[in-house]
């Protein structure tokens, strides 16, 4: 037996409510992802922006060093690992091996369980890796494939519904910039559309054509007719309605911690570089292991120096985040400082004027849907966040906001039926067409946005390019002037922050 050690974060407690659902066949093959460390680490000017750089530039100095590939294909091999793929500029490489190999490569000891109608992989406890790795090998995941994410989409059968064009012009977006190409990459763990259904709504809704593409990650696939369609149709739907123009790239991926890592990384490199990612899933902070919340959050800042801006929502569960602990959760991966956290808000407005009668908190009542928000317990308060009111003691979430209430929501279609629907889960997609617009409008990418909104950010002042959200509660915090942990700075005005951010480049 080789000399092992500990891979730091890789811990893993059992999950919940499960229960033995059989034995696993020895000849089981595994495929898994293997993260390896940078070649040197990302300085944060070159994250925090607005400087980026550009792909190959990046692959060569912050990928993985060919050697260290090298030495974990050597030695996993030895041990009857395989890697079959690599990706040194998101430093990821893929291996297989049966049971037995990846026991004795990485001391895990797996079972076979059920959840429900779920069957999947458990292991508790930590990982190993080969003495010779240590250092080398940052993560490996997908042994354990337990579901990681919940989407967020929340859908109601009755209330108030504004189209996607309709919110563009109540949230002042700017206008498209022709010949202006963009891309938008969304990334999906369940569900699918078909392009007959797509066609369907954006003719109604006045907007075409778009164009959208599947792009398969780790067997994913677009798979209409399943679980999750409402999260895929209501993202696409949405981004679509708001920038036609823009062309939708969508990710598909298993929901486990392996398919979110290896999703994100993929389109966050992909070529072109996306304007922006757009995220509707994630879970509670504490219920990732480190070694994901890492390799997830190292992705994030590589979009960041890359140009990209990753938005990702809140939650839809309130300030507990639909734990039972009676303590305040915060959603990831929201809290990482390196994403556009986006909270929720019910809107009413006038359609036709674009007017905006009434913004408040998104919360249906206690025991039910609200928008979350808070103060994260695993990263600290990023410089952005110091001057603008957040707490000392971690980030802040959200940054922003945007209409998520279902009872005042977002007008889809799903499986031929028109509803409204909401949840944060449309507010990132709402702000990731804003960010497309806004890079159109600029003649750049944006990256890490933050620091460009927070500058001169005070407490209990309005934000420049925000419509301050001062009533309501998310279920554990109350919406205050100026930045909050329910709805952060605001919704925008498009508009009015195109000519900030166009101020802060250049001023």
């Not at 990334?187 to 075409?208: C, H, K, M, N, S």
């Not at 399943?226 to 929901?255: H, R, S």
């Not at 006038?350 to 206690?366: K, M, P």
């Amino acid at each position: 037996m080789p000399a092992r050690v500990v891979l730091a974060g890789s811990t893993r407690p059992a999950a919940r409510g499960v229960v033995p659902a059989g034995t696993l066949d020895p000849a089981t093959v595994l495929t898994a992802t293997v993260v390896l460390r940078r070649r040197a680490e990302l300085p944060a000017g070159l994250v925090s922006g607005p400087a980026v750089v550009g792909r190959q530039e990046f692959a060569d100095r912050y990928g993985a060093d060919p050697a260290d590939a090298q030495r974990v294909r050597t030695v996993l091999g030895g041990l009857g690992v395989d890697v079959v793929a690599e990706d040194l500029a998101s430093r990821r490489l893929s291996v297989r091996g049966d049971l037995a190999a990846m026991n004795r490569a990485f001391g895990v000891s797996l079972e076979l369980v059920s959840a429900g109608d779920v069957r999947h992989r458990h292991r508790v406890g930590a990982l190993e890796v080969p003495a010779e790795l240590d250092g080398v090998v940052q993560a490996v995941l997908g042994l354990d494939d337990r579901p990681q994410a919940r989407r967020q989409a929340v859908d109601a059968a009755v209330g108030v519904s504004y189209t996607p064009p309709q919110l563009g012009k109540i949230y002042g977006f700017p206008a498209a910039v022709p010949g202006a190409a963009s891309t938008i990459a969304v990334i999906e763990l369940a569900g699918g559309y078909t392009d007959a259904e797509l066609a369907t709504y954006f003719q109604q809704v006045g907007v075409g054509p778009v164009s959208v593409r599947a792009v398969s990650v780790d067997g994913g696939a677009n798979s209409p007719n399943t679980p999750g369609d409402n999260e895929v149709m209501l993202d696409i739907e949405v981004i679509g309605g708001l920038a036609p123009e823009v062309t939708q790239a969508v990710y598909f991926a298993p929901n486990t911690d392996q398919g979110f890592v290896d999703a994100i990384s993929t389109a966050v490199h992909a070529a072109p570089t996306p304007a922006a990612v757009s995220i509707s899933w994630g879970g509670a902070e504490d219920l990732w292991t480190e070694q994901t919340r890492t390799a997830l959050n190292d992705a994030f800042a590589d979009a960041a120096a890359l140009g990209v801006t990753v938005v990702v929502s809140s939650g839809d569960w309130g300030a507990s985040d639909q734990q039972t602990d009676g303590k305040n959760h915060t959603d990831f991966p929201a809290s990482s400082p390196y994403v556009l956290a986006c909270g929720g808000t019910s809107l009413i407005a006038d359609v036709s004027s674009g007017v905006i009668s009434s913004e408040t908190v998104w919360n249906n009542g206690a025991g039910t849907n609200a928008t979350g928000g808070g103060v994260s317990v695993f990263f600290a308060r990023p410089d952005y966040q110091s001057a603008c009111g957040a707490p000392e003691s971690g980030r802040g979430v959200p940054d922003v906001a945007g209409v998520a209430d279902p009872k005042t929501g977002y007008s889809v279609l799903v499986h031929g039926k028109s509803y409204p629907a909401g949840g944060t889960s449309a507010v990132a997609p709402l702000w990731s067409a804003l960010v497309a617009r806004l890079v159109q409008q600029l003649g750049r990418p944006l990256g890490l946005l933050q620091p460009l909104l927070y500058k001169d950010a005070e407490p209990g002042k309005l934000a420049a390019g925000f419509r301050d959200v001062t009533a309501g509660d998310n279920q554990g915090y109350p919406a205050s002037p100026g930045w909050d942990p329910c709805t952060g700075l605001g919704s925008p005005d498009g508009n009015a922050l195109l000519s900030v951010l166009r101020q802060r480049l250049t001023g």
